[in-house]
């Protein structure tokens, strides 16, 4: 069987094989894993933590490898995350990695595991309880070379499994047309668009989401790739309304008409304030659906300790939309508009 796969970080496309696996030495170096006479539960152990190496960095400094996992369900869904600097890109990523470790998305029918256990630890630990359980605002993304995904999951629907990863990288190189760490672009399968409502739009005007969406693949005038904006840091839009019945609405599972009516108070919230810019994604893709949602339900103090326990609010609605829009999850052919 020949197996091919996109590399996200280099988009390169290979075909891959069973027979030429790697697996990662405590030292975090690759070596090669020869399972020929491996069956059973026992290759099956060993392939959880095997990788593939991509042909077309094979012995360069930027040598890299994705994980078995992420490579063996098929075509892998890359979500990458777009706005600015300062945005709350970061702090929104870790909440909604957060939120799924609490089982968010099985309202949604959904299941989500590791792609790669070490490195999903890895992020957590970095991340997500940093914020969660210290209560620490997170560094802002240094800019890179090369963009690795930020973390990766398996989201099952009960029939098909998918693997996800998800890019965040430094709102400044998303504003370039070259920078190096944006290569990752054209094999997005999905955009979440990350707007801060206290920016003033006039002067910031994301540049960002512009860059970006001048960068993708369109047909037919539209692009494709489904994208999911979301209004962070609503927690200081407080008592303004519709935010406020938004961000302590339920949600409970899948409900397209809801999507409907939210992205719809988002889109007159934006455009009230003449954010042409942010609504964008809007404009240019195909189906494209806007949230309101708080990363952290609060602000940091200036010593970057949250005073109050961290409280996420509606992270997992745009990602829910964006999975719906994608097939990830069945059932999400009406969401969208
Ligand atoms: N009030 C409030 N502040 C937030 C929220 N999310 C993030 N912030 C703050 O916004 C600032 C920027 O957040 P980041 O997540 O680092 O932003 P980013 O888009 O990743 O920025 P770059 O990595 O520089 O591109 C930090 O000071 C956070 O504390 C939120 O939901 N509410
Ligand atoms: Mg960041
Ligand atoms: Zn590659």
Same mark, same amino acid.
């Given at each position: ?5 996109? @590399? ?6 290979? $075909?891959?094989? $069973? ?12 070596? +090669?894993?020869? %399972? ?10 060993? %392939? ?5 190496? @991509?042909? +077309? ?15 063996? #369900? ?38 989500? =595991? +590791? ?15 940093? &914020? ?10 240094? /800019? ?13 629907? !009960? ?14 190189? &998303? ?15 999905? &955009? ?5 409502? =206290? ?34 840091? @609503? ?17 409970? !599972? ?21 954010? /042409? ?10 189906? @494209?659906? %806007? #949230? ?27 990602? +829910? ?8 999850? =069945?059932? !999400? /052919?009406?969401?969208?508009?």
């Amino acid at each position: 069987m020949v197996n091919t796969v996109l @590399c996200p970080i280099c988009l390169h496309e290979f $075909e891959w094989s $069973e027979d030429e696996l790697f697996e990662r030495t405590s030292a975090g170096e690759y070596r +090669a894993l020869d %399972l020929a006479d491996e069956t059973g539960p026992r290759r099956a152990d060993l %392939l959880r933590a095997a990788h593939v190496r @991509c042909p +077309a960095s094979a012995g360069q400094a930027t040598e890299h490898h994705l994980p078995h996992a992420y490579v063996r #369900h098929g075509q892998p869904l890359v979500i990458g995350l777009v706005g600015g600097p300062q945005t709350g890109k970061t702090h929104l990523l870790a909440a909604m990695i957060w939120a799924i470790e609490r089982n968010g998305l099985s309202s949604y029918g959904l299941t989500a =595991s +590791a792609v790669d256990i070490e490195r999903h630890q890895n992020y957590l630990d970095t991340y997500v309880h940093p &914020l969660m359980i210290d209560r620490k605002a997170l560094s802002r993304t240094p /800019q890179q070379d090369l963009a690795e995904f930020a973390d990766a999951l398996l989201i099952s629907d !009960g029939e098909h499994t998918t693997a996800v990863a998800f890019f965040d990288i430094a709102g400044e190189s &998303l504003r370039s047309t070259t920078a190096e760490a944006t290569r990752f672009l054209p094999a997005v399968g999905g &955009l979440l668009f990350v707007v801060d409502p =206290s920016e003033d739009p006039n002067t910031v005007g994301d540049r960002s989401f512009g860059a970006v969406l001048d960068r993708l693949p369109r047909s037919g005038g539209r692009l494709e790739v489904p994208a999911a904006v979301v209004v962070t840091k @609503c927690d200081m839009l407080r008592l303004q309304s519709p935010v406020d019945e938004w961000l302590y609405a339920s949600g409970d !599972g899948l409900d397209p008409a809801a999507i409907l009516a939210e992205s719809r108070d988002v889109y007159a919230f934006l455009h009230k304030r003449k954010a /042409q810019p942010w609504l964008s994604p809007y404009d240019k893709c195909r189906r @494209c659906t %806007l #949230h309101f949602a708080s990363a952290t339900g609060g602000a940091a103090a200036s010593d970057g300790r949250f005073l109050r326990e961290v409280r996420p609010r509606r992270v997992l609605e745009p990602l +829910a939309a964006l999975l719906a829009m994608t097939n990830v999850m =069945s059932g !999400g /052919q009406e969401v969208g508009i």
